[in-house]
C-alpha cells in the first residue's frame, strides 16, 4: 500500500541523507511496527478507555488545578525556589 505524509524539510533532508533510497519503505515500516500498539494489547485498549471517560478526565482536571492553585508545580523545588530553603 502507498501513503503519503508531509515531512517538515529538515528532517526529509536529514532521511535522504541517512536512509538509502530502496531502504525507506522498509524503514518507515520499521519504526511504524515499533512505536504502534499491537490491536489486541489489553493495556493499550485500556487506556483507550480512560481517555474517553469524560467523568475521569474531568476529576484529574480538578486535581490539577488544584495543586496549581496550592503551588505546586513541578520543579519549584528542582529549581531552588523559595520553598527549596525550608
Known sequence: MQMLFHIPDPLAARFRQMVPPRQRSAFVAKLME????????PLYRLALEVERDAALNAEMREWREGLIADGIRGGEYARGGQDAAR
Open 34 to 41: 515499533q512505536a504502534l500498539p499491537e490491536d489486541d494489547d
